[in-house]
């Protein structure tokens, strides 16, 4: 099974891209910082994965097109969904599947890279808000003390 691949991009005026590749294709996203912090909302997933095995979706605003992405664990797998909603997409979904224990840690590394490369101050600036260290760092202690 291929090994998942993402990356970030922003955050940059109020925009926060997200690229996911892995078997089943590729999922890229410009998500808005408005209404929903989905960057927050990213991690809150990861971390709920992690933990108990199973998360919320997380909403993505394109303006004016919305989506959801869902996390779900399928034996050694993690599924990632992503479901268009709205009238146009009719519900239309794609799935990505990939090794659960290295794709999420492959998450959990590019969000503290992202943080890292933002600070704290670029995402106030360019998110407007504030970024999610604790839930990022909560999600790579998951790794950290396992190795």
Known sequence: MPRLHINFSGPEH????????????????????????????????LVAILESGSSRPIPIHEEPQSSELRFEREGDSLLIRHI??????????????????SATREIARKLRSLYDEAGYDG???????????????????????AD
Do not use: Y
């Not at 997200?18 to 998500?31: D, F, K, L, M, P």
């Not at 979904?93 to 990939?98: E, F, G, M, R, S």
């Not at 407007?128 to 999600?139: E, G, M, T, V």
């Open 123 to 145: 995402f106030v600036k360019h998110w407007r808000h504030r970024p999610p260290k604790d839930l990022i760092a909560r999600a790579w202690s998951a790794f950290a003390q």
């Open 84 to 101: 268009s909603l709205g009238s146009s997409a009719s519900g239309s979904h794609q799935v990505l599947k990939a090794p659960f224990r």
């Open 14 to 45: 109020g925009w926060l891209g997200i690229r996911i590749q892995a078997e089943g294709g590729e999922i890229s996203v410009n998500a808005s910082h408005t209404p929903d912090d989905t960057l927050t909302e990213f991690a809150e997933a």
